[in-house]
């Protein structure tokens, strides 16, 4: 814990921090009503000359875990007639395949606390059926970092690795780089290469544990034991591969009491050692949350936006006092909703294999703050690198098998719009819109706006959440350097009840419906937003 002294200061500098940085929780604060507007009809105005950020396409990330049914019934099912000869499910690698997620965290989250990298390579007959004290499930180490890389190429995905630094050692850590990224002739390449894998993986991300401020997490410790273990693994993984980008855990979620204190003094004994810093955040609709109001749910994104703002600030204040050149990046490497299966046998494995966990049925509600917290996302790129969707399938995640196919859950359509829309530069709109009050956060605007522009093909892509559950919007494009030539794709997700959600026996209830394109003249574009909606507009140049 921390001083109260400390905590005040810690305080004082992050305020400091927010209130001078561009890059604050004052982006939200454009969407504030104009005295200029006419009734509801809101403003928004493009100048493709003012851009944010070039858009990582990492920003789009999932994760997988040993958890539940993530992998086993999930990505990897040998025993399905759905699975191709190496046991992966064909119908989730299409899926997967044709999301196009550019990046995603393997093999933990909690599990990677407790997980030794060894127990999952070599020949499956000789792996060790081992209890992950993380979930109280059987891990059968059937699949492992060779596997998922695998799957990962065949599905067009990146790696970002997870590290045991929970029970593991720093020395564990650089032997799995050495394992993944040196050709031959070391100990650990060689050990690969008798695996079958004669070609190294080039892994270029790597997290360095999971959650260490938490005292659910295997191997839990204080803020200056988890940063001086990092650095010491930040710099024996160097020595194996000076190319790696490394990522520090950060907060594991803005309700933690060593919040910021703990991202503080974290990056106080590693930050010359690390590139970005992790953040976390699981929002539902709760009594305790919201209230379970419904119009301040679809708000919470922006409080994402304020702790995206608050940890940035920390991160800076840090730089300041080591007088560094290096500017950290973020990565939101765990985030969605996530709120009904929660507890209880929800998270308790009994021991089995494979079991029904976090399953979360997903509604029209919660895809729509998905939607503002891809908005979220995009209008961070400046400063977030990497973010991932937790997770891809079956355990919290917009794919859900069974034995006859894959589902797509309600979340999964505002994902894979940014996934297919979100392209090039992340635009510098100002949008004047109409506000209403939400308790704990102030003045909401009813319509949040992101947008991009790509340079290579002139497309503009813009996402627009209306919070609005009552009434539909007008809204007024002004294209104030050139208007694009003619929408490309305009497609909404609506309905009128918020808490309908997909099954395998309606797999179509909730579904995204094509919307009028609208019409340009004048340098202006007029558009109807239904009441909570989330709508994807793509105009050529």
Known sequence: MFSDKRRHFLKQAVTAGIACSANSFLKPLAFTQSSTNSGDVARIYVDSRR????????MFGSFLEHLGRAIYEGIYDPGSSLADSAGFRKDVMEEVRQ????????PGGNFVS???????????????????????????NQFG???????????????????????????????LVEYCNIEKGTKWSDLRRTHGV??????????????????WQIGHMTATEYGLKAQDAARQMRAVD?????????????GMPTYLEWDREVLEQCYQYVDALSLHRYIGNTQEETGGDSAKFLAMNLSMEQQIAETLAVCDLVRGHKRSPKKLWLSFDEWNVWYRARSGDAMNGHESEAPHLLEEVYNLEDALLVGGIVNTLVRNADRIKIACLAQLVNVIAPLVTNANGVLRQTIYYPYSWALQFARGNVLNLL?????????????????DVTGTLNPEDGKVSMFILNRDLNKAHMAEINWQDRAPNSVLNSTVLTGGDLKAFNSFEAPQRVV?????????????TKLELPARSYTAIQWAS
């Not at 851009?51 to 990492?58: C, F, G, Q, S, W």
């Not at 999301?99 to 393997?106: A, D, E, G, K, Q």
Request: glycine share 12%; hydrophobic share 35%; charged share 20%.
């Open 198 to 215: 004669e070609q190294p993986h080039a892994v270029k991300h790597w997290c360095l544990g999971n959650e260490m401020d938490g005292p």
């Open 431 to 447: 949008v004047e819109s109409p506000t209403y009050e939400v308790s704990g956060i102030g003045q909401v605007p009813y319509l």
């Open 51 to 58: 851009t944010i950020a070039p858009l990582d396409r990492n």
């Open 145 to 175: 970092t060779n596997e998922f890389m695998a799957w990962s190429k065949i599905v067009g995905s990146k790696p970002l690795m997870g590290l045991n630094l929970g029970t593991g050692t720093a020395e564990r850590a650089a032997a």
């Open 99 to 106: 999301l196009r997620v550019p990046i995603i965290r393997y």
């Open 114 to 140: 407790g997980y030794n990298w060894l127990d999952g390579v070599g020949p499956r007959k000789d792996r060790p059926r081992i209890l992950d004290k993380a979930w109280n499930t059987i891990d059968t």
């Open 512 to 524: 995204p419906q094509p919307a009028d394109k609208p019409s340009t003249g004048g340098g202006r």
């Open 242 to 254: 000076p190319s790696l980008e490394l990522i520090a855990c950060g907060s594991s979620g803005p």
